[in-house]
């Protein structure tokens, strides 16, 4: 059982001779969340209503009925998390969400408006957006998300985690899964006829790029596009980052 709840919070160190870093964290928004937790089903997770808000349309969520919590005095709603709704970017969700108007970024938002433009003049370009936390990168990423889609361009998301760092193409396992719906295809003979429809409509080889997308996208389609090389691990890292690219490089054409 998990609860969730958003607000503030007094955080201190738990021991001031310890040097791990150890926080309690106090507040009646820790009250609220444990107390929803332990009002959850088993094995769900039990989330306020202004946790909700920050959710946004990136989850399926039902209602989870009304409570009275300590710390807070009036009822409030909560919300059973059931599922990640999958497919859909979360920064093309935020472009239907976002409230509050863009202010004190303009030398920020013209450089990446310069750096578009230059794209779509086939002058390729790579941009780092780096800061602390909240000063708000991710928002600078939804304006040039807006100002793409405004110009009918077409942009792809990939997103990194902690939990996905041994395997450096994870973000892109992601990207390619979301576009080919594999959530939604329970059966290997689904996956592999996806990927083949994807491959043939942006007129790439079948035989040189899906015995290597296959692996990485935990299709099999060894029977069907066995590798006829004998080659070594590094030759198969190489062919499918060749594979990747001529994907993408066919998406952008």
Not at 185 to 203: I, M, N, P, Q, W
């Amino acid at each position: 059982r998990v609860g969730i709840h958003t607000g503030l919070v007094i955080a201190r160190a738990a021991d001031e001779s310890s040097t791990t870093g150890s926080l309690d964290v106090v507040g009646p928004t820790t009250s609220v969340a444990t107390q929803l937790g332990a009002r959850a089903e088993p094995d769900s997770i039990l989330i306020s209503a202004d946790s909700r808000e920050i959710l946004g349309s990136g989850f399926e969520l039902e209602p989870g009925g009304t409570h009275r919590v300590r710390g807070i005095g009036r009822p409030i709603s909560a919300f059973m998390l059931v599922n990640e709704l999958g497919g859909t970017s979360v920064l093309t969700k935020a472009l239907f969400e976002e409230s509050t108007p863009m202010a004190g970024r303009e030398h920020e938002l013209n450089l990446l408006g310069e750096r578009w433009r230059m794209s779509r003049e086939s002058a390729g370009q790579a941009i780092l957006l780096t800061g602390e936390p909240g000063i708000g990168k991710s928002r600078l990423a939804r304006e040039l998300v807006r100002s793409v889609t405004e110009e009918n361009g077409s942009w792809m998301e990939a997103r990194c985690s902690q939990e996905g760092t041994q395997s450096p193409l994870s973000p892109i396992v992601e990207l390619f899964g979301n576009m080919l719906k594999l959530e939604e295809r329970k059966s290997g003979d689904a996956r592999l006829e996806a990927l083949e429809t994807f491959v043939e409509s942006y007129r790439l080889d079948a035989e040189e790029v899906i015995p290597f997308l296959a692996p990485m996208l935990s299709i099999d389609a060894d029977e069907k596009y066995p590798l006829t090389l004998d080659l070594s691990p590094q030759k198969k890292k190489e062919r499918t980052f060749d594979a990747v690219l001529s994907v993408i490089f066919a998406l952008a054409e």
